[in-house]
């Protein structure tokens, strides 16, 4: 599955931080995270911050702990900041996604494109 969000005028930043912490409240742990800063061509006073976060579900039965989500988010603080989430509904619960969602809502909701 494929969540897809755009925020305005919200550091890129933020969002990782946030998402993040929501991901982790639901049970699983970061894996992998990567987050860069680029200059604008035009205006090198302003920045586009690309960022990847990859987290792990714990594994079934004792078993090692496998990637179920991977974040991809990219925009600037001012403007649109594009968010893409994949989720592998196999290893991550529909309740857990549910839950995931409401609170994302909540805590985001104000600053999303519709």
């Given at each position: 599955?494929?969540?897809?969000?755009?925020?305005?005028?919200?550091?890129?930043?933020?969002?990782?931080?946030?998402?993040?912490?929501?991901?982790?409240?639901?049970?699983?742990?970061?894996?992998?995270?990567?987050?860069?800063?680029?200059?604008?061509?035009?205006?090198?006073?302003?920045?586009i911050t690309r960022g990847t976060l990859a987290f792990n579900c714990?594994?079934?039965?004792?078993?090692?702990?496998?990637?179920?989500?991977?974040?991809?988010?990219?925009?600037?603080?001012?403007?649109?900041?594009?968010?893409?989430?994949?989720?592998?509904?196999?290893?991550?619960?529909?309740?857990?996604?549910?839950?995931?969602?409401?609170?994302?809502?909540?805590?985001?909701?104000?600053?999303?494109?519709?």
């Open positions: 599955m494929q969540i897809r969000k755009t925020y305005r005028d919200v550091k890129p930043e933020l969002l990782i931080d946030e998402l993040r912490d929501l991901f982790v409240k639901q049970g699983v742990s970061v894996g992998k995270a990567r987050t860069d800063t680029y200059t604008l061509p035009t205006d090198t006073s302003s920045f714990p594994g079934q039965l004792g078993g090692e702990a496998r990637e179920c989500i991977r974040l991809h988010i990219i925009g600037s603080a001012t403007g649109e900041t594009k968010v893409m989430i994949d989720i592998e509904e196999s290893l991550y619960s529909r309740e857990k996604l549910a839950a995931f969602q409401d609170d994302l809502n909540f805590m985001l909701g104000a600053y999303e494109n519709r």
